[in-house]
């Protein structure tokens, strides 16, 4: 045989037959349009570290026993595995702003007792919290950003993929953005009515008046080769030649046809968006210098005009829009410069002629050398930011004079502050993390700063057991206050299960206490929790979840749980496509909901089932029974795992469709999973099986779960079994039968044979590939063998060698397809 240096892969297609064998709504009432609240007002924060940072960022082969002459042989294939308040946000410079008034962006608005919600799964979602129901569901496609109610109009902001090409093998993605207007006259039948392209991909917006002011991006970066060739030093290219950035306003006076006024772009990216009334910053940041350009944009016209001044720049970076405010006439930025000598500067501009913006001081803060910044909050002439390196100093600055910023205080404890809330009587209400104990928590502390210079610390609370986490890290508006109630989401552990809660906590202000009242388990991370009537309402992806304070003030769930967007994992034709089964996941409430529908998507029928494990698979077995296969688990002490075949059948009643649960049986197989910890972000979330995927080459097919013969099939291991077929070994894995007939029972069948590769359903017929490892080779070579597995009774035919493996069949024409891998000789192709 000539030297063989490469892998090559090829299909055969082979037709086998003289080979082989042998082998035989009411329209709703519209709500007052002066009524609309944003759920929170704040925006996205990067000011936390996330789970899995550190401080320093923000944060051999056995014999076959085979024994027919070998014909066809294959090169071996190796297995690769390794075995989103409070008090509104400061952001105006004290000015009168009743004529203009600017609101905040957010996805989710209460309007009166309905909620808006921009889900990302479901667009547009209206829910009425007096009959605690969804009213309508608007798609919309892309994904969404900001959500806005003006007058009986909705406004939409999404971002979009305009097209993807795919260019030397390159894809080449062309991102977009849009507004869309959405007429909610009547609530339960929402329509589109207009919409306007914007340039770039989405960043943030502002509605001031009557007036979206949408800020856009478009980034883009070239990679320059190690070249001898000569750069001229006069160049004016620059790593932002060519990001650039938009500032679109558009008059939403006429909300069918709404006009864009002006659009102005400038280089950059701008990612950190600050806006009052009149004004807009938009932060882009040079990484060639590591600093920081501000542009000003005045908005100032109410009829949508814009006015683009030179930008200021900052030295180092800016984390999020909590690090800039606009307050009597002056900016306030604070801003962190990159490592290796990392510091914080307070730098204060003069913007009373934004033509002519003045720099009135800059200020190292000595103490926060080598510290990253996280919390940061300006309140009228002061303000309060958090550094962190192995201690927590919060700052309290004096800004009164902005030529000479003046440090009042500095208050060290431990862990760090993520966000900061003032309030009223120089309260600050922040959320943070708590890194005491070689563990991190959720905390929530009240810091008094009434005295400037001493400031205190007068409770805190940690949350949860051991490591927690919270969503609101990322998303301020997570973190809600509302009256004398603080409202925190959080992940981690409870009971031995990782679960999402919410938790409630009292602020008593004449006590001088923080206590926590409890939390309760949600189905998915908060994303927002308001109240309406005596009832709060945590809404996360896929629910709004009514929680009620009992007389003890503690939180517990009502039971009503509206659903957003449910996870439906399977859906299955019948009836010769007449009907469809949805199978609806809810791994929080350990439920399956089948779902019995027709071709108008009517609900007709469904039953709930409970289970404390997950969904597998679910099989057609005849036009009207369906095969659902869970794979259980038990948690301490005893950690078992096993599947659970469930069988359904669509039966006529009343001249009505209706679904019949036939049988449902533990299968006395051990699923094919390996048991170990899931890691996130270092941290073990459960230890629970999880799926053991063989591999073979390049994707060839490998059924666990099928139907053949009118039964359902499922491979798994078992100490024994009720039937071997084969003879070659004693079986290491097998079977089992659940016949349709629940007087039938499940029959278990041991596969004797040593190398196992494939097993898969194809025409109704089970085959079975085997391999044999050659020695004495070099590079090795291994041979298939196919074989094909009858079920009454159970039995197989002797295997025969074969060029590949199985991986599907042409019954009527006799064409047996085998997925092959040779090696080949370059020296003599």
């Known amino acids: 045989m000539a030297f063989i240096t490469k892998i090559y892969n090829i299909i055969l297609i082979l037709v086998l037959a003289v080979i082989l064998f042998s082998f035989s709504c009411i329209p709703q009432q519209n709500p007052d349009p002066n009524n609309i609240e944003g759920v929170q007002e704040g925006e996205t924060s990067t000011e936390g570290p996330q789970e899995g940072q550190t401080e320093g960022e923000i944060e051999g082969q056995t014999e076959g026993t085979i024994e027919e002459a070998t014909t066809f042989t294959s090169a071996v294939t190796y297995d690769p595995r390794n075995v989103d308040y409070g008090v509104p946000e400061t952001t105006t410079d004290g000015e009168d702003t009743s004529e203009r008034e600017l609101i905040e962006p957010d996805v989710i608005r209460k309007w009166d007792n309905y909620l808006l919600v921009l889900n990302q799964f479901r667009g547009l979602t209206i829910v009425d919290l ?4 969804v009213l ?31 260019e030397d093998d390159v894809i080449i993605k062309t991102t977009g953005a849009k507004a869309i207007i959405v007429d909610i006259t009547n609530l339960s039948e929402p329509k589109i009515i207009s919409s306007i392209s914007l340039p770039g991909d989405f960043i943030d917006s502002r509605v001031v008046g009557n007036i979206l002011y949408a800020v856009t991006s478009d980034y883009y970066y070239e990679y320059v080769s190690n070249s001898e060739e000569p750069v001229s030093s006069d160049s004016t290219w620059s790593t932002q030649s060519g990001s650039q950035c938009w500032i679109t306003s558009i008059d939403l006076n006429n909300p069918s046809s709404p006009e864009v006024v002006e659009r102005v772009n400038f280089p950059g990216y701008g990612t950190i968006i600050q806006a009052t009334n009149h004004s807009i910053y938009v932060c882009t940041s040079e990484w060639y210098s590591g600093n920081t350009l501000i542009t000003y944009i005045d908005i100032s016209n109410p009829y949508g005009e814009i006015i683009q001044y030179p930008a200021v720049e900052v030295p180092g970076y800016i984390a999020d829009k909590f690090k800039l405010d606009e307050w009597q006439n002056y900016l306030r930025v604070v801003s962190n ?68 910023p003046e440090v009042k205080g500095v208050l060290h404890v431990p862990g760090w502050s993520v966000h900061i809330e003032p309030a009223e009587n120089h309260q600050l209400i922040a959320l943070g993390v708590d890194d005491q104990n070689n563990q991190r928590r959720v905390k929530v502390s ?76 949600l189905n998915g991370q908060a994303l927002r929790t308001i109240k309406h009537t005596d009832y709060f309402y945590s809404i996360t992806t896929q629910y709004i979840h009514e929680i009620v304070l009992n007389s003890n003030e ?130 073990p979330i459960r230890f629970r099986p999880y799926p053991y995927y063989w591999y073979y080459g390049d994707n060839v097919p490998n059924e666990f779960i099928f ?123």
Not at 130 to 133: G, Q, S
Not at 636 to 645: D, F, I, K, L, V
């Open 136 to 166: 309508s569901n608007l798609p919309i496609h892309g994904y969404p950003r900001d959500l806005y109610i003006k007058d009986s109009y909705a406004v939409v902001l999404i971002g979009y993929t305009i097209s993807h090409t795919i």
């Open 337 to 404: 410069t990159w490592w290796e000598n990392r510091n914080t500067f307070i730098t204060v501009f003069d913007v009373s002629n934004p033509a002519d913006i003045t720099l009135c001081s800059q200020t190292l803060l000595p103490e926060a050398q080598g510290e990253t910044l996280y919390a940061t909050r300006f309140a009228e002439s002061y303000l309060y930011l958090v550094t962190y390196l192995t201690i927590d100093p919060l700052f309290v600055v004096d800004l009164s004079n902005p030529y000479k």
């Open 554 to 683: 503690q939180p517990i769930l009502t039971g009503v749980d509206i659903p957003l967007a449910e996870y439906v994992t399977d859906v299955i034709e019948i009836n010769n496509a007449n009907n469809l089964v949805e199978i609806v996941s809810d791994t929080e409430k350990g439920m399956f909901t089948l779902r019995l529908k027709n071709t108008q998507n009517e609900i007709l029928d469904f039953i709930d089932i409970k289970t404390n494990g997950y969904f597998s698979d679910a099989v057609k077995i005849t036009e009207d029974i369906i095969g659902i296969v869970l794979n259980e688990c038990c948690g301490e002490p005893y950690y078992e795992s096993y599947y659970r075949a469930i069988l359904v059948k669509i039966n006529e009643i009343d001249s009505s469709p209706k679904i019949e649960l036939i049988r449902d049986d533990k299968v006395p197989l051990t699923p094919l999973y390996y048991w170990g910890y899931l890691l996130y972000d270092f941290y």
């Open 130 to 133: 007096t009959d605690k129901m």
């Open 707 to 829: 139907s053949a013969y009118n039964k359902l099939i499922i491979r798994g291991r078992a100490d024994t079994y009720n039937i071997t077929i084969g003879d070659e070994a004693t079986p290491s894995e097998g079977f089992a039968i659940i016949d349709i007939s629940p007087e039938q029972d499940i029959t278990t069948v041991g596969l004797g044979f040593s190398n196992i590769v494939n097993m898969i359903e194809s025409s109704g017929r089970i085959f079975l590939t085997t391999q044999k490892y050659l020695d004495s080779t070099n590079p090795p070579l291994t041979s298939y063998y196919l074989s094909e597995i009858s079920l009454n009774p159970p039995k197989v035919t002797d295997p025969i060698n074969v060029p590949g493996i199985i991986t599907s069949i042409n019954q009527s024409k006799g064409i047996y397809f085998l997925k092959d891998w040779q090696y080949i000789n370059y020296e003599n192709p």
């Open 446 to 521: 009240w810091f008094d700063v009434s005295d400037p210079s001493n400031p205190t610390e007068v409770s805190t609370v940690s949350i949860g057991e051991g490591w927690t986490w919270s969503s609101a890290y990322s998303d301020v508006k997570a973190f809600t206050i509302l009256d004398d109630y603080i409202i925190v989401p959080f992940t981690g552990w409870s009971e031995n299960y990782y679960r999402e809660q919410l938790q409630f906590i009292k602020w008593q202000y004449e006590d001088r206490e923080l206590l926590p009242l409890g939390a309760v388990n």
